[in-house]
């Protein structure tokens, strides 16, 4: 069963601090893993994607981290804004290209 | 580039009726998608085409949802009859050709309530 697990569900913390987003799954035989933001309402924002053969990608204050052997990622967010307050959503790539999704980590940035 | 674009952006009907979702996907991009999300189940897809041909389709609910891509610009999922249940926000995505990018762009969904 490919199963993608976030945690933590949500997330509050104070505008400045360095966070990590979890994301586990049980399929180590994995084609890439994107990370997405969804704001209230809106659709999905892709933020970064990793290929199996890679380990990190990084976006400004964004660090995307992928271990296939524990079968975990990792979203680092540096310096949290309040603007970063939305959804953000993991996906694995599965079979006939589809994603698989997380249920989300909702993330709460407050001044 | 206008990114993937849906319509209606909100939909709202009485169950029985038929509902027609449309997407544009981006411009030179060959495969396209069709996910739901609701509280319950999350984001799942419904079906996958590449090239205009739909390559797996195991994520449609029931015989009452059916998807087509007549052309590489143009796709639409219809439900036909509508129930309360399917109340959701429907969104399209599409992706460059394999060796470009596997990265999925989203459009901003179609959210449909139906009453």
């Known amino acids: 069963k490919q199963e993608v697990t976030q945690i933590p569900a949500a997330l509050s913390v104070p505008e400045g601090e360095n966070l990590v987003l979890n994301c586990s799954f049980t399929?180590?035989?994995?084609?890439?893993l994107q990370w997405f933001r969804q704001d209230p309402g809106k659709g999905l924002t892709s933020l970064l994607l990793i290929q199996s053969s890679q380990r990190e990608q990084t976006s400004g204050r964004l660090n995307a981290s992928l271990d296939k052997s524990s079968g975990r990622s990792t979203l680092y967010i540096a310096a949290s804004q309040p603007g970063d307050s939305a959804t953000y959503l993991c996906a694995r790539r599965g079979g006939y290209n589809k994603l698989i999704f997380g249920a989300g980590t909702r993330l709460a940035v407050h001044p | 580039d206008a990114g993937v674009i849906q319509s209606p952006r909100h939909e709202v009907t009485e169950m029985g009726q038929e509902v027609t979702l449309r997407c544009k996907p981006i411009?030179?991009?060959?495969?396209l998608f069709w996910y739901r999300q609701t509280m319950m189940r999350g984001l799942e897809l419904l079906i996958y085409?590449?090239?205009?041909?739909?390559?797996?389709d195991s994520g449609m609910p029931e015989d009452r949802f059916s998807a087509k891509m007549p052309n590489a610009s143009f796709s639409t999922l219809k439900i036909q009859p509508s129930e309360p249940r399917d109340s959701a926000v429907y969104f399209c995505?599409?992706?460059?050709?394999?060796?470009?990018?596997?990265?999925?762009?989203f459009g901003p969904g179609t959210r449909l309530t139906v009453t």
């Open positions: 411009s030179g991009h060959n495969s």
């Open positions: 995505a599409s992706r460059p050709r394999q060796g470009v990018s596997y990265e999925q762009y």
């Open positions: 085409f590449n090239n205009n041909v739909p390559i797996d």
């Open positions: 399929d180590s035989a994995i084609y890439n």
